[in-house]
């Protein structure tokens, strides 16, 4: 049976999913980040699953999400960039909390997320070598790319937005994993996206695929298309995620 206990860790809103008779052992420590307008209990079931196999897993509330909520600003794609970098300044925190509580084995270490939560997954892979697997799901490697299109969605459908965007959130090119591929350093990374996904464009996963074919860095790189799926995570592809993460943070079946 898997646990579900609310933490603050620095006040960061959390659920710690975790296998009763294993609560007080060190395990490997999964962060797991929910999408955009949603929030961490919505990625419960996946949790469930990691934590039946044998993992810690951490759901945060992104911020302006949960228990975090807080009106969308004004300005288009504003909030969304806010959420995700705020991610990536909490994640070393989240960490930190786990080993100050020498509850993480082995330094097995692995993250993951859907759409927003998968931009952040791979994000957090540009400086995050303690990172040992990762699973980027429904969301995109290419934030510089994905943040133009909408960018010019918005100017399409006539919406103001300010003339610098770009230069305000300039802080992607640091973080956009096309940018710095050898960052993968041969660990183990899933990439799923739908092909008919109406939020995330699908070919920003499959230019990705192209671009580091072939190259060492990224051996251990899997990419799985889901043929005509949209942004939604089937039950199926929970488990997979699940069987990826037991397999790449090698963790023994009873």
């Known amino acids: 049976m898997a646990l ?8 960061i809103p959390v659920l710690e999913v975790v296998a009763e008779n294993a609560r007080h052992e060190p395990l490997p420590l999964v962060v797991y980040y929910h999408g955009w307008r949603s929030a961490k209990e919505l990625v419960l079931t996946q949790a469930r699953k990691l934590a039946q196999a044998g993992m810690r897993v951490v759901l945060p509330d992104a911020l302006n999400h949960g228990e975090r909520l807080q009106p969308v600003s004004e300005i288009p794609s504003w909030t969304f960039w ?24 082995d330094d ?54 300010p003339a610098d965007l770009g230069l305000l959130t300039s802080w992607l090119t640091a973080y956009d994993l096309t940018q710095q591929p ?10 799923w996206h739908g092909t008919e996904d109406e939020r995330i464009p699908y070919n920003q996963m499959a ?4 671009q580091i074919k072939g190259q ?35 963790i023994k079946s009873e």
């Open 216 to 250: 060492s860095y990224a051996q251990n790189v899997t990419f799985m298309t889901g043929q005509g799926e949209r942004h939604l995570v089937q039950p199926a592809l929970m488990t997979t995620i699940t069987d990826f993460f037991v397999t790449h943070l090698k």
């Open 182 to 191: 050898n960052a993968l350093a041969n660990r183990p990374v899933l990439f």
């Open 207 to 210: 230019d990705f695929e192209r």
């Open 108 to 161: 097995l270490i692995g993250v993951g997320g859907v759409s927003m939560g998968g931009m952040t997954t791979a994000a957090l892979l540009t400086k995050h070598p303690e990172i040992k697997v990762a699973a980027c799901i429904m969301g995109s490697p290419a934030p510089l790319t994905y943040a133009r299109l909408v960018r010019d969605n918005v100017r399409q459908h006539g919406l103001q937005q």
């Open 82 to 105: 806010q959420s995700i970098q705020t991610n990536l300044a909490e994640f070393s925190l989240i960490i930190d909390y786990w080993q100050q509580l020498h509850l993480i084995k």
């Open 4 to 11: 579900v206990l609310k933490r603050q860790i620095k006040g």
